[in-house]
């Protein structure tokens, strides 16, 4: 099967740099450093070439199939949204919900402290990932950070470690939940 020049094109994507962003390559392991701070990204298990060629970073995929078009847009959203983040950073307001009990949170080192959920008398524990700064003020818990995925993950994981087993979900609604989601650190 022969290919033209534009469909061979269409394989290939590039992503500029933005300033005060630097990336280092090792292998599939892509090194961001920004003003924000710095992350890391293993593109191991997706099938795609990158280069480094001054302020652009040049993606080619290894094949020419539908999948392989999709593949190099994740990549490339991927790699802009870390680049933004270690410019703007990301923040995420969650919400907490109680009928009767008052649910408190509590932050001690890369835990979340989930206490009195529906009475009860265990906390539930669950985790920070990556770097995520967590700030609970009163009814509200803000996260902050310069990776999207490790900010949402987090999210996710408190909204999973609150939710409502056994009882009916539309009259329990007890929980901590995501109301906001938006670009830049908020303090």
């Known amino acids: 099967m022969d290919m033209s020049i534009s469909e061979t094109e269409k394989f290939q994507d590039e992503v500029v740099i933005p300033e005060g962003v630097t990336v280092t390559q090792k292998k599939h392991m892509l090194t961001f450093v920004g003003p924000l701070g710095k992350t890391h990204k293993s593109f191991r298990t997706i ?40 410019i703007k950073g990301y923040t995420i307001k969650m919400k907490v919900v109680f009928a009767h009990f008052p649910i408190t949170v509590k932050v001690d080192n890369k835990n979340i402290i989930i206490e009195n959920f529906q009475g009860e008398r ?66």
Do not use: M
Not at 69 to 79: D, G, K, V
Not at 126 to 143: H, R, S, W, Y
């Open 47 to 86: 099938p795609i070439n990158i280069e480094i060629a001054e302020n652009k970073l040049l993606l080619k995929t290894i094949d020419f199939k539908k999948r392989d078009y999709a593949i190099l847009h994740t990549a490339r959203s991927i790699i802009r949204n870390i680049c933004e983040g270690l």
């Open 122 to 187: 265990a906390p539930r524990i669950t985790n920070i990932v990556g770097n995520t700064k967590v700030t609970p003020k009163g009814e509200d818990v803000i996260l902050t950070g310069e990776v999207w995925t490790d900010i949402t993950q987090t999210a996710a994981n408190i909204e999973l470690k609150t939710k409502v087993k056994n009882k009916d979900h539309r009259v329990f609604l007890d929980g901590i939940y995501v109301f906001d989601k938006k670009k830049g650190l908020e303090k």
